[in-house]
C-alpha cells in the first residue's frame, strides 16, 4: 500500500505509543526506569529511520542526543535518586491501571480524529508521525496525572518530551541548534527537578505530591 | 478420489492433533522441570496418565446429576473439533472452510460454559469458586479474543484461518505493527484461557489459587481422563493458532505434493516444541498473579487490541 519506508516509520511510531502504555501500566519505579529508557530507544531508532528517509544527517544528532542522553544518562540517574532517596520499594497510584488504560485509549484515539482531520494535505508520513506525538505527549500528560510519586511525574514529563521530538521530526526535522539547546534545556530541567526532589523530601520527608497539597491547605 | 485423498488430510490432521496433545503438555512438564533443576517426569507421562485414569472406575458424588456425567464428553468434544479446525501442517484443508476464528472461538466458549456449569452441578463449595473465577477470567479473555481477531480481520479481510494464513505467508503483509500488537495479546488471552502461570496454575490444588482445577476437582476415572486430554489439546490449539497466524512459515498450501506436506509436518512439530518451550521459560520467570490482579491483565490484553485496530485505522485512513 504505502511500501516498507512508511510500514518502519508506522512500526517504530506504533511503539513508541505502546512504549508510553507500558509505562502507564507499570507501576513499581525500577520498572518505569527501563521502560523509559526503552521509551528513548524507540525514540532514537524513530528519529534515524526519519533521517534516513528524508535523507537529512542532522537528524541523526537527534538521534544520537535522544540515544545518549535519554536512554542512559537520565534513567541512570533517576536510578541513583531513588536509591538514595530510598523510595525504590514505592507503589502508588492515584487512579487503576484500568481507568489510567481506559482513558489513554481515549486520548489516543481523540489524537488519531484530531490530526488526521487537521492535516489532511501533509505527506503521510509527517501525519502519521504527527498523529502519533500527539498521542504520545497526551499519554505524557496523563502519567504525570496519575501519579502521586515526584519521580513517576518527572518519567512523565521526559516522555511528553519524547514525544515533542516526535513531532518535531516529522515535520520535516527541526533546526539542529534548536534541537541541542532543547536536549540541555531538558537535563537542566532534569538536574532542577532532581534538587528539587531532594528539597521536598527535606521538608516533608516523603516525595509524594500529595504532602504538598496537603501543606498549601488544600487537603483537610 | 480427490475427495477421498482430502478426507484422508482432514481425518490424519484430526488424529495429529489428538495424539500430539498430550505430548506438548509433557514437554512444557519436562521443560519446567529441567528449568527448576529437577529431572521432571518423562515426556510421555501425560500419555500414562490418560491411561491410568481410562481403566479407574468413576466415582460419581451423590447430587451429580445426568449433566455432570455428559460434561466431560461434550466438553472433550467441541475441543476437538475446534483444535482440528486448526491448521497445522497443511492449510485449506477439507473442512477448512469452517474454520472461522469466531467459531473456533464459540466452540471453546460453549466448551468452558459447560464446564463451569459442572463445577456447580455437584454442589461443593470449590466447584462454585472455580467456576465463579473461571468465567470471571472468561467474560475479560473473551472480549480481548474478540479484538484480536476483528484486527487480524481488519488486515486480511476474513477471518477463516487457511486464508488468513496464506495471506500473512504472503509479501502483501509488510510491516504491521497491528500485528505485533495482536501477537502479544493473543499470547496474554491464550496464558489466561490455558489456565498457564500467571492467571492460574495447572499444577496446584491449593484451594485459595486454583480456577480449573478447583472447577474439576468432582471428576474421576475416564471423565477426568477427558478432560484432562481436552485441556491439553486447547493448549496445542493455541500454540498452533498462534503458530498458523504469525509464524505460518512451512504451512504447505493446497494442491501441493507429499513432499511439501512433509515440511509442513516438520515445521509444525518444530514450532509447537519451540512453543513449549517458550512457555515453560515464560512460566518460570513469572510469578503467579493474585486473582484480583487478573483484570489488569486482561485488560492489558484487550488494550492492546483496540491499540492494534486504532493503529490499523490509522494506517489506513492515510
Not at chain 2, 79 to 103: E, K, Y
Not at chain 2, 196 to 224: C, F, K, Q, W
Not at chain 2, 254 to 264: D, I, L, M, Q, S
Not at chain 2, 287 to 309: H, I, N, Q, S, W
Amino acid at each position: 500500500m504505502h511500501g516498507i519506508t512508511f510500514d518502519v516509520a508506522h512500526m517504530l511510531a506504533g511503539s513508541l505509543v505502546l512504549v508510553s502504555f507500558l509505562q502507564l501500566y507499570q507501576d513499581r519505579l525500577y520498572a518505569l526506569l527501563n521502560i523509559y529508557a526503552l521509551h528513548a530507544l524507540v525514540l532514537a531508532l524513530s528519529v534515524a529511520w526519519q533521517a534516513y528517509v528524508q535523507q537529512a544527517p542532522h537528524l541523526y544528532v537527534t538521534a544520537a542526543i535522544a540515544l545518549l542522553f535519554k536512554a542512559i544518562i537520565i534513567p541512570v540517574a533517576l536510578h541513583r535518586i531513588i536509591v538514595r532517596l530510598g523510595i525504590h520499594r514505592e507503589i502508588e497510584k492515584v487512579v487503576g491501571v484500568g481507568p489510567a488504560m481506559l482513558l489513554g485509549m481515549g486520548l489516543v484515539a481523540l489524537a488519531m480524529v484530531v490530526m488526521l482531520r487537521v492535516t489532511m494535505e501533509a505527506d503521510p508520513l509527517a501525519r502519521e508521525d504527527l498523529a502519533f506525538a500527539l498521542s504520545v505527549v497526551l499519554l505524557g500528560l496523563l502519567m504525570m496525572v496519575t501519579r502521586r510519586n515526584a519521580v513517576g511525574q518527572v518519567v512523565g514529563f521526559m516522555s511528553l518530551e519524547n514525544g515533542l521530538v516526535l513531532a518535531a521530526t516529522g515535520a520535516k526535522g527541526m533546526p539542529l541548534v534548536v534541537e541541542i539547546s532543547i536536549a540541555f534545556s531538558i537535563l537542566i530541567a532534569f538536574i532542577v527537578i532532581g534538587i528539587f526532589l531532594f528539597r521536598i523530601r527535606e521538608r516533608f520527608d516523603t516525595v509524594d505530591l500529595q504532602a504538598l497539597d496537603r501543606f498549601r491547605g488544600e487537603r483537610p | 478420489m480427490a475427495l477421498i485423498a482430502d478426507f484422508a488430510v482432514q481425518g490424519a490432521q484430526m488424529l495429529v492433533v489428538l495424539l500430539l496433545a498430550p505430548l506438548l503438555t509433557g514437554v512444557v512438564r519436562k521443560t519446567k522441570a529441567r528449568l527448576l533443576r529437577r529431572r521432571g517426569p518423562s515426556v510421555v507421562q501425560p500419555y500414562r496418565d490418560l491411561v491410568r485414569l481410562m481403566r479407574k472406575e468413576v466415582v460419581l458424588a451423590e447430587t451429580a446429576s445426568w449433566l455432570f456425567r455428559v460434561i466431560p464428553y461434550l466438553v472433550f468434544a467441541a475441543t476437538w473439533v475446534a483444535a482440528s479446525l486448526v491448521p497445522t501442517f497443511r492449510a485449506g484443508l477439507l473442512f477448512s472452510w469452517s474454520a472461522d476464528l469466531i467459531a473456533i472461538i464459540a466452540l471453546l466458549g460453549s466448551a468452558r460454559f459447560f464446564l463451569a456449569l459442572a463445577g456447580l452441578d455437584v454442589g461443593t463449595s470449590f466447584g462454585g469458586i472455580g467456576s465463579s473465577r473461571e468465567v470471571m477470567i472468561a467474560s475479560l479473555a473473551e472480549p480481548a479474543m474478540i479484538m484480536i481477531v476483528f484486527t487480524l480481520a481488519l488486515v486480511v479481510g476474513s477471518t477463516q484461518l487457511s486464508t488468513m494464513a496464506g495471506f500473512l505467508l504472503s509479501p502483501a503483509v509488510g510491516l504491521r505493527v497491528s500485528l505485533g500488537l495482536a501477537l502479544i495479546a493473543l499470547i496474554m488471552v491464550a496464558i489466561a484461557e490455558n489456565a498457564r502461570i500467571p492467571v492460574d496454575n495447572p499444577a496446584t490444588h491449593l484451594e485459595l489459587t486454583m480456577v480449573h482445577e478447583a472447577m474439576v476437582l468432582e471428576y474421576s476415572g475416564r471423565h477426568l481422563a477427558l478432560i484432562e486430554l481436552s485441556a491439553s489439546l486447547k493448549l496445542l490449539l493455541y500454540v498452533s493458532l498462534i503458530a498458523c497466524l504469525f509464524v505460518p512459515w512451512g504451512l504447505s498450501a493446497p494442491g501441493t505434493g507429499f513432499a511439501a506436506v512433509a515440511v509442513g509436518a516438520l515445521a509444525y512439530a518444530g514450532k509447537l516444541v519451540g512453543g513449549g518451550i517458550l512457555l515453560a521459560l515464560f512460566e518460570t520467570s513469572i510469578a503467579k498473579m493474585r486473582v484480583f490482579r487478573v483484570p489488569e491483565f486482561l485488560g492489558a490484553a484487550l488494550m492492546l487490541g483496540l491499540l492494534a485496530t486504532l493503529l490499523l485505522f490509522v494506517s489506513r485512513s492515510l
